[in-house]
């Protein structure tokens, strides 16, 4: 185990070393290794182009969201790669929004024929995102969703896909990680840990994604760019942290006192329930507004709030007001 003072690799579920690491144009065989290993069998990655994050109009109030990462197969395939490392409401939706805008705008004006390449959107998830309690997810960390037949499963053409990535579940010690999806999965879940590339790893795809990863062989600008966004993103963090356990702790209060108060007032024992439970959802909005308010000061602009944060657009901008 490294200290955190001499980490040789950098934490790729960091925004900041997913930067380094994916949005860098250099490492693109990288991303290409990544992709082809997560993406369904018969469709595989030959070069990308990197495309611009910022799309516009993709909000309910036509303003622009930037993407963490965007690039294209030279067949005309999108792939958005997205980083979620927080909990956030309808996440699922909004990944299904950005897809959905980013298939549109491939649409060929004046194209009767509806040619239009797929989108597949590849979201790392840190957190737990969706109900897996079924046992048939116990071993399997791919979800992957698109347009389908509910009867027969067919899928008519390639037209937008989600394909979760779900580190939070994974927990295969490395000895265990038969399949490349396993060891992706430990890789980019706990290369920031190690000190070296372990035997089992060492293969020419995971070579290059350690030798991607390795702070030592960043230039001097990358690196100090990378140190600077790793400051910055645990001041957010800290924010984000100390917000929460604000709202938490207000929250429980609240709800304490709500709930006993409204269970007396009815004489039913599920008062105190309700109650706590109005609590701590006040509580966790008010700390989620917290969030947003210095995140704000702080220089970031109010689409990256939102997302961030889950709060509407409109909301992070009632907060200016």
Not at 227 to 238: A, V, Y
């Amino acid at each position: 185990m490294m200290t955190q003072e001499k980490q040789r690799y950098v934490d790729i579920l960091s925004n900041s070393g997913f930067k380094a690491v994916f949005g860098d144009q250099d490492n693109k065989p990288v991303l290409i290794d990544f992709l082809n290993a997560v993406l369904p069998d018969g469709r595989r990655v030959k070069d990308l182009t990197y495309a611009t994050t910022e799309i516009e109009g993709l909000t309910q109030s036509n303003k622009s969201v930037k993407l963490d990462l965007r690039c294209e197969d030279e067949d005309g395939t999108s792939f958005i790669i997205e980083m979620q490392r927080y909990d956030q409401e309808n996440f699922f939706k909004r990944c299904v929004s950005y897809s959905s805008k980013v298939y549109d705008m491939k649409t060929i004006k004046g194209d009767d024929n509806y040619n239009i390449p797929p989108v597949y959107l590849i979201g790392i998830l840190a957190v737990d995102c969706f109900d897996r309690s079924k046992e048939l997810w116990k071993e399997w960390f791919i979800s992957d969703y698109t347009f389908r037949e509910k009867l027969t499963g067919e899928v008519v053409c390639d037209t937008i896909s989600l394909i979760f990535v779900e580190l939070k579940r994974f927990d295969k010690r490395l000895e265990d990680c038969t399949s490349i999806i396993d060891k992706w999965c430990y890789a980019l879940k706990y290369m920031s840990k190690l000190d070296s590339l372990p035997i089992e790893l060492r293969k020419s795809v995971f070579q290059r994604l350690f030798q991607a990863a390795e702070i030592a062989q960043f230039s001097p600008e990358k690196r100090e760019k990378y140190e600077h966004d790793m400051i910055t993103e645990r001041d957010e963090i800290n924010i984000r942290r100390t917000a929460e356990q604000k709202a938490r702790a207000e929250g429980r209060a609240e709800g304490r006192a709500e709930g006993v108060a409204e269970g007396m007032a009815k004489g039913r024992a599920e008062g105190v329930a309700e109650g706590v439970a109005k609590g701590k959802a006040e509580g966790r909005k008010e700390g989620m507004l917290e969030v947003a308010k210095s995140l704000l000061v702080s220089g970031m602009s109010k689409s990256d709030v939102s997302k961030h944060t889950g709060l509407t657009e409109s909301e992070v901008v009632a907060l200016l007001g």
